[in-house]
């Protein structure tokens, strides 16, 4: 739980662009491009060292839920760099292979370096062509592996993940965090979804739900993130990965409500005292 | 030390001695000039305290403790859940029940919602002793004023007190309120900041379980609910705090505020109850037989006299 809170949490001084107030051991001492095999290098050859990374660009929460015929997986668009939300446009909801849905929350360059990973993994799989494929349980233990023991070097891909598919009828939706903590479930959330959303889906989710009423849930959870993380966009896809394939959504954003009364006049009574 | 000196100046000295002996005195009663004047004693910073403005002199001592190895004595923080929402007639506050130090449940059926006003009440989460202080001492600050005015307190007069008071001291008071109630210009319902910053919300929610309570809200508030309706939400919001948040637990406590009239509901629902009780009850263990019982009321061995008109208050 402590951990979850560095990736969506604004307070984590703004991601990369404030990190002067943080322990001086991890800035690097050359200006010039080094890239990250040769910095740990120079550091461990200092003594002991602990490296830290910070995410720069980072995409917000991510929640999966099971339903009737397989997986429901919604992520909105949004990558923000620190405070700023750069990019409007970040698919955070990918496939993997022929059975899996993978989504990520976190640092998006750690995430596309996850996805070339899992694209040798899937590729060596499909060469052996002996009919067999990588499920979702599998992929989701290779997943863990990586994220564990890079985590143990010191140098963790700093993602959430949501990792949900289904094979030979069997439904698997399963969560691994940046440092290897991983679970399965009959609905997953990271980041803010965490406490946002995870309440919501106690309550309401139930076995077997259909898909209208699937959606209907993650788009309730959506639009509260929408209204109580800064870092949400109001642009999202919801996917939806059953024993017949893989489909995510277009892109498309949700109605908010914002003519409560009391916004209208804060000072009924009283004006003149705003707050 | 006549009387009315010490009516005029018990307000005050609470301000001074709540500043000066922060850690051993809570809520502070004095009303005998003696108590006045030993407590005026034991505060020797009653010469240069300044009138108005926190004094920051014990920060600077306790900083210099800390740096000596003094471990600061851990204060009763209620990691909570509190609610308020506004409905057709007036406002429901609602709150969980468990105060926490640390790792451990110090109470597990405390009161999180404090009497401010007949028509006002106010829901306090953070350090306990801070949200009951400060909660108590408005109350009484607007006590006076009612007197003074001879009208109904309004809310917004209780939220300029308390805003105030928690700005002059710069955060340090560590209480944020949900203060919800209902006066002449209808219902009103805000929410405070440690450091004093206020807002006013149709629906609001404070403490750690705070995002689990408002996953319900904001998913599931509308505009002009029934009572029913409303209590029923805010029970499930606590609820969803409770089951949800590990720094809140036990009970739901709801207080419905209408004009002219409130109801406070003290554990409302009770969703934790004892799971395995014996149904032997307690057994003692095998009693002493008792030989003899020869009873000597004191007052034959000491003689109690009164000196001056001084008796021992409390």
């Known amino acids: ?275 | 030390m006549t009387i009315t000196i010490a009516i005029v100046h018990t307000l005050e000295v609470r301000w001074v001695s709540n500043n000066g002996v922060r850690f051993q005195i809570q809520t502070s009663r004095l009303r005998s000039p003696s108590i006045l004047s030993s407590y005026l004693k034991m505060s020797n910073e009653t010469m240069d305290v300044p009138k108005t403005g926190f004094s920051f002199d014990l920060c600077r001592r306790n900083d210099m403790l800390a740096k000596k190895g003094l471990k600061s004595p851990s204060y009763l923080k209620t990691g909570t859940t509190i609610v308020g929402l506004i409905f057709e007639n007036g406002v429901i506050l609602g709150a969980d029940t468990r105060a926490t130090e640390g790792p451990i449940v110090a109470d597990k059926n405390c009161e999180k919602i404090h009497y401010m006003a007949p028509n006002i009440y106010c829901c306090g989460a953070g350090t306990a002793a801070d949200t009951e202080a400060v909660t108590d001492n408005i109350s009484s600050q607007l006590k006076l004023h009612r007197y003074h005015t001879g009208r109904e307190s309004r809310v917004v007069t209780a939220l300029t007190l308390l805003k105030s008071h928690l700005f002059r001291y710069q955060g340090h008071v560590s209480a944020a309120l949900v203060l919800g109630g209902v006066d002449v210009t209808g219902p009103h319902l805000h929410t405070i900041y440690p450091h004093g910053s206020t807002d006013t919300l149709p629906f609001a929610t404070m403490g750690s379980g705070s995002l689990a309570a408002m996953a319900i809200f904001e998913s599931e508030y509308r505009e002009g609910l029934t009572r029913d309706e409303g209590v029923n939400l805010v029970t499930k919001a606590i609820c969803s705090g409770i089951f949800n948040d590990l720094g809140s637990g036990s009970n739901v406590d709801v207080c419905v505020i209408e004009k002219g009239k409130k109801e406070y509901l003290r554990n409302h629902l009770t969703p934790n109850p004892r799971t395995y009780v014996s149904s032997r009850g307690y057994t003692f263990s095998k009693k002493a037989e008792v030989l003899l019982t020869k009873i000597t009321p004191l007052k034959e061995l000491v003689d109690v006299v009164q000196v001056g008109g001084d008796a021992m208050e409390e």
Not at chain 1, 78 to 85: F, K, Q, R
Request: aromatic content about 10%.
């Open chain 1, 1 to 275: 739980m402590v951990v979850e809170s560095h990736e969506t949490d604004g307070e984590f001084a703004g991601g990369g662009l404030g990190h002067t107030s943080r322990s001086p051991i991890v800035t690097p001492v050359f200006t010039d491009m080094v890239s990250s095999q040769t910095e740990s290098g120079l550091l461990s050859s200092e003594g002991e060292s602990q490296r830290t990374q910070y995410p720069y660009v980072t995409g917000t929460s991510v929640i999966g839920i099971k339903y009737k015929d397989g997986i429901l997986m919604a992520a909105d668009m949004g990558g923000s760099y620190g405070s700023t939300i750069r990019y409007k446009s970040v698919e955070r909801l990918k496939q993997v292979g022929k059975h899996s849905l993978l989504g990520a929350s976190g640092e998006i360059s750690d995430f596309q370096e996850i996805l070339r990973y899992l694209d040798e993994l899937i590729l060596h799989d499909n060469m052996w062509d002996d009919g067999n494929s990588l499920g979702p349980k599998e992929v989701h233990n290779y997943l863990t592996r990586m994220m564990y023991n890079r985590r143990n070097k010191f140098d963790p891909l700093w993602n959430s993940l949501v990792l949900g598919g289904v094979k030979n009828g069997h439904k698997y939706l399963g969560s691994v965090s940046m440092i290897g903590v991983h679970f399965e479930d009959n609905h997953v959330a990271t980041g803010f979804g965490n406490h946002l959303a995870r309440p919501i889906l106690r309550e309401e989710w139930k076995e077997d739900l259909s898909f209208e009423e699937g959606v209907k849930l993650l788009e309730k959870c959506m639009r509260n993130l929408l209204y109580r993380d800064r870092s949400a966009v109001n642009k999202l896809q919801i996917a939806k990965i059953t024993e017949d394939g893989l489909t995510i959504s277009q892109p498309y954003s949700l109605k908010t409500f914002w003519n409560f009364g009391a916004f209208q006049n804060p000072t009924v009574g009283a004006e003149g005292s705003c707050c």
